[in-house]
């Protein structure tokens, strides 16, 4: 099964998408990648939506990717005598460190390294922005603050910060309880919540290892002081806009948005748009106009992928939302002008020799005008430098690793496939020409273009850029298909 574009939709499951016939469906409509957020549900849930994924994937033969996301994290206020309390612009109101529930003056705060992090001056807000509270003073045990806005405060509801970094881990006890369980079952992306700096990236890795990509979510304003630190140490990034469009005026979202896909694009990292996208097919079975706009404008942008999260996991519509997506993501690549976009934002290649190969390559399928570009990749490394690039044909990755090739399926433009890996170059332009052909990209008289590293089998070595043209007739792609058939492709159990 082969998409009709190169942008990736990612579907968070939940209850509206557990049931592993709404999953089929799900992937036919166009999921490429599946979320597991655990924000929300048990480690039962999760397995259950882990091992319906897997057996879809193996009725399909298609790599799918899992993405576990972290719940991180998240500041919350205590409790309330009575529930909820309403506050009115002008009150003063206290967060402090008096376990004792609170009432319309005060209320407990059970984070500690809040009172060492915010000062004068500082916003906090509650009830992701609903309530914002103007810190006045701070002391060892409690925030004194003046209500700017009327509201209403209710039980444990979430605190942002948007003016400062708060020391805290980047992994709670149970973001670890959750990490190891997501990498038992095989995850093959890991989303870390509420990133703030490099070094949360990095204690995460020392866990994880090689077992998993490491998606950063960028959510909170400290983490755009060090962007491009972050993307730097990170396998992928997200723009998480609901936490970052509390922290930061709305109007600046649209701004960090396109400034975070800048980054990812020069540094090579796939960068996914997520929050809100289809917002309101969770009730309703089409889109607004704007959220359209909002989905189109982001593939124009040239992103990886863009995201569902309530609409696919328990809205009313999760397959109609997932095949709007599609839809959209199709109209916008086969208009004229997203060609032009996405060349005029390439930016140059870096210094290095895998740079140099996929930039050739680039500018040698587009002037041979090559109907597929074919990787060969062990890490994957030259199908995310190929990516990089934005070449106009489609990328058809090999790898010998079924692992490797659910990770790129988060990846533009890459259609990923699992094969034997090759020993020389005349059996590597055998396999490639195989593959464009059994995959549905190029038939017997087309030109490709090959990209691989030597000596082949180890990671990170791109030196060879290779045409080819694919031969046969209509009798030799049958027996090529079955022999192609006869290959190790993804098989239950895995």
């Known amino acids: 099964m082969r998409r009709q574009r190169k942008a990736k939709i990612v579907a968070t499951l939940g209850p509206a998408s557990t ?10 409509a166009g999921a490429d990648v599946f979320r597991l957020n655990f924000s929300h549900g048990t480690h039962d849930d999760h397995r259950e939506r882990y ?12 790599p799918i990717a899992i993405l576990a996301d972290l719940q991180g994290p998240k500041l919350r206020i205590g409790t309330f005598a009575v529930g909820k309390v309403a506050v009115r612009a002008g009150d003063r109101f206290v967060l402090d460190s008096d376990p004792t529930p609170g009432d319309g003056t005060r209320v407990h705060l059970p984070h500690p390294e809040l009172f060492r992090a915010a000062s004068a001056g500082q916003s906090l807000l509650i009830d992701d922005g609903k309530v914002r509270l103007a810190i006045e003073s701070v002391s060892s045990g409690s925030i004194v603050t003046r209500v700017v806005n009327n509201g209403t405060l209710s039980d444990r509801k979430g605190v942002n910060v948007p003016d400062a970094v708060i020391p805290i881990p980047a992994l709670t006890d149970k973001d670890r309880k959750d990490l190891d369980f997501a990498l038992s079952l095989g995850a093959d992306w890991i989303a870390l919540s509420f990133v703030q700096r490099p070094s949360d990236i990095v204690e995460a890795r020392e866990i994880i290892g090689t077992r998993a990509g490491v998606l950063s979510k960028i959510e909170k304003p400290a983490a755009l ?8 140490v990170s396998d992928a990034v997200m723009v998480a806009r609901g936490d970052l469009g509390v922290e930061l005026p709305p109007e600046r979202v649209p701004g960090v948005q396109k400034r975070i896909l800048r980054v990812c694009r020069q540094l090579g990292k796939p960068v996914v748009i997520a929050t809100q996208m289809l917002e309101s097919m969770i009730d309703s079975p089409v889109p607004t106009r704007a959220e359209a706009s909002d989905v189109a404008s982001a593939i124009y942008d040239g992103a990886d992928a863009v995201m569902l999260s309530a609409e696919s996991a328990n809205g009313r519509y999760p397959v109609q939302a997932i095949a709007m997506m599609d839809r959209i993501a199709i109209e916008v690549e086969r208009d004229p002008l997203y060609r032009n976009m996405i060349d005029a934002q390439h930016e140059a290649p870096l210094s290095t020799r895998q740079d140099a190969i996929c ?3 680039r500018e040698v399928t587009q002037i041979i005008g090559a109907r597929a570009t074919v990787t060969y990749t062990s890490s994957g490394a030259t199908a995310l430098r190929a990516a990089r690039e934005r070449p106009c044909a489609p990328i058809v990755s090999i790898t010998p690793n079924l692992d490797i090739a659910r990770r790129l399926a988060i990846t533009w433009g890459v259609h990923s496939t699992v094969s034997p890996d090759v020993q020389s170059v005349d059996e590597m332009v055998a396999a490639a020409t195989r593959a464009a052909l059994v995959e549905g990209y190029a038939e017997p008289g087309d030109q490709i273009t090959i990209a691989a590293g030597m000596p082949f ?5 791109t030196n060879l850029l290779r045409v080819a043209e694919v031969g046969g007739t209509a009798q030799d792609l049958a027996l090529s298909g079955a022999a192609f058939a006869q290959e190790p492709k993804v098989t239950a159990g895995v």
């Open 19 to 28: 049931d592993i016939a709404v999953i089929r469906e799900l992937f036919e």
């Open 51 to 62: 091992d319906s994924v897997r057996r879809v994937e193996a009725e399909t033969g298609r």
């Open 225 to 232: 002081l060090q962007l491009d630190e972050i993307v730097r």
């Open 359 to 361: 930039a050739a390559l």
């Open 457 to 461: 089998g180890q990671g990170g070595t």
